[in-house]
């Protein structure tokens, strides 16, 4: 009966308006270059006395600057202060400290490509049809498939609102011309279009057949096979550089990272604490790369990472806008699996990995971390997602939401500050583009082929392991019940993916390149 009570006065989300196949309409742009009253009280809204104003700029402009820190396939439990013992991170664990620990943190999806989609829109993946690539779990090179370019985007939510955007990083919503970050919202872009492993050396490129690795800027391609190893260092230089260019302006930077994700390129500085048969095994590689060997840096990797949060952190203090900051640290997915019998991170004590809707391939490490607004030192265990920032920056920046379609994301300042509970009734766990299980309060249900299979308290089972299936009957018919309703208002409120016809890679075999204007 406990398990009951748990779930009894959970609703089915109620049915609101979106846009029915049709393709949808982003506003006009226009860029608001005074601060109205509203901006001013959306922030004084989360503060009591409102922002340190630290310079000139922020007398006029209380908004927050908004940083996301996003890594590839980081697990749960590669964090010290989440119990990695495998890994070294001194200054994500300070982080931490100075800031909140979610422990109940969800991903939208277990794979990179909706993850990511979920990230930028606010809505889980199957939503804007970006749950998969069009021939592979995720997107590939010359895919077909894409973000719609009429999806609004957090970037385009803020930048509406007078904020500058910068990505800096993986995008991995679309290479072609029409889908890359510059049509999306964001004022810069540096980085790749895709994942570092969709290249030549690809341990299956005689299926694949991947062209070479495109490094953009905007939406121009500067480098063809950039040395991977630099990347991480390339991207947290770059990052410093848009903080300092627009440290008296409201921003949001988006800095998704390449590292962990296989295979692990480390910079000399964190190569040269490996084991001495991994550096050898990495020096024989002669237009290869060893993905087995290289899964030995994992530790090198999660530390790399670790240093480009403390040099992003370190900069914010000197320039003294760390208390005008929102900084998010998360992971898009679970740990990937082995290569060679070494297994690539750790899901701490959850069951599944990437690409699995088990807790281990959803929950993510999380860290919020603005000084003197988020509570120091507290560990959140609010269900909160990666679908929530959205909504959550807009009311803090002053924007305004799309109001023709539905945003499965909810404003969780309050939560953060510790003042309320999660706004989310319900969590939905997809595999591609079918649901394999909910979430409400402690219960989880898994499905397998639609049916009901597993019951999991998941604050007494966080390891997925005591199955109650059959012990419960009503609490299993409840939760089927609040899925299936969930599951025609999401079909019913479903918008399309953009598509091109015959796409072509940004880079040839012969490395020549298409024109992206």
């Known amino acids: 009966m406990r398990l009951q009570t748990l779930i009894r006065h959970a609703q089915v989300p109620g049915k609101r308006v979106g846009i029915h196949g049709n393709k949808p309409k982003k506003p006009k742009r226009h860029m608001k270059h005074c601060i109205p009253i509203f901006v001013w009280l959306h922030f004084m809204a989360y503060t009591s006395c409102g922002p340190e104003l630290e310079n000139k700029e922020r007398l006029v402009d209380p908004r927050p600057n908004f940083i996301i820190i996003f890594t590839d396939d980081q697990g749960y439990g590669d964090l010290g202060q989440l119990g990695g013992r495998h890994v070294q991170t001194p200054f994500l664990d300070e982080m931490a400290s100075k800031g909140t620990l979610l422990t109940h943190f969800y991903s939208a999806a277990a794979l990179c490509s909706p993850s990511r989609a979920a990230l930028l829109t606010g809505t889980y993946p199957f939503r804007n049809d970006m749950a998969t690539g069009s021939t592979f779990p995720v997107l590939l090179a010359a895919d077909s498939k894409g973000l719609h370019p009429e999806e609004i985007t957090m970037a385009e939510v803020l930048r509406e609102a007078g904020y500058t955007t910068g990505i800096i990083g993986k995008w991995h919503l679309g290479d072609q011309p029409e889908f890359l970050p510059t049509n999306q919202g964001f004022d810069e872009f540096f980085g790749l ?77 964190f190569m040269n604490s490996a084991h001495d ?9 002669k237009n290869t790369v060893d993905y087995t060997a290289r899964g030995g840096l994992y530790p090198q990797a999660i530390s790399e990472i670790d240093n480009s949060v403390h040099t992003i952190l370190t900069l914010l203090d000197s320039l003294q806008i ?196």
């Open 193 to 269: 279009p895709y994942s570092h492993d969709i290249h030549p050396y690809h341990p299956r490129q005689a299926y694949f057949n991947f062209p070479p690795l495109p490094l953009l800027e905007g939406d121009s391609i500067i480098e063809i096979d950039p040395d991977a190893k630099r990347l991480t260092q390339r991207f947290t230089e770059r990052a410093e550089n848009f903080i300092r260019e627009n440290k008296d302006r409201p921003f949001f930077l988006y800095l998704p990272h390449i590292l962990p994700h296989h295979p692990i390129q480390v910079s000399e500085r």
């Open 322 to 517: 760390a208390r005008n900051t929102l900084v998010i640290f998360t992971s898009d997915n679970g740990p990937d699996g082995a290569y060679g019998g070494i297994p690539l991170g750790s899901a701490g004590p959850f069951r599944g990995r990437k690409g699995s809707t088990l807790e281990g391939g959803f929950r993510m490490p999380a860290i919020a971390y603005w000084p003197g607004k988020i509570p120091a030192g507290q560990v959140n265990t609010e269900l909160m997602t990666t679908m929530d920032f959205l909504p959550t920056f807009a009311k803090l920046g002053g924007a305004e939401l799309p109001a023709d379609r539905v945003i499965d994301g909810k404003d969780i300042m309050p939560v953060l500050l510790g003042d309320l509970s999660s706004p989310h009734q319900a969590f939905f766990y997809f595999k591609e583009n079918a649901i394999e299980g909910i979430r409400v309060g402690k219960l989880k249900l898994r499905f397998k082929k639609g049916t009901p299979a597993e019951l999991y308290d998941l604050s007494e089972d966080p390891g997925e392991k005591i199955n109650l299936i059959n012990r419960f009957p009503d609490v299993v018919k409840e939760l089927t019940s609040i899925t299936n309703s969930f599951s025609k208002e999401i079909i019913e409120n479903r918008r399309p993916s953009g598509y091109i016809n015959n796409p072509s890679p940004l880079v040839d075999t012969d490395n020549s390149f298409q024109s992206l204007k």
């Open 277 to 285: 048969s991994i550096k050898r095994a990495v020096s024989r590689e």
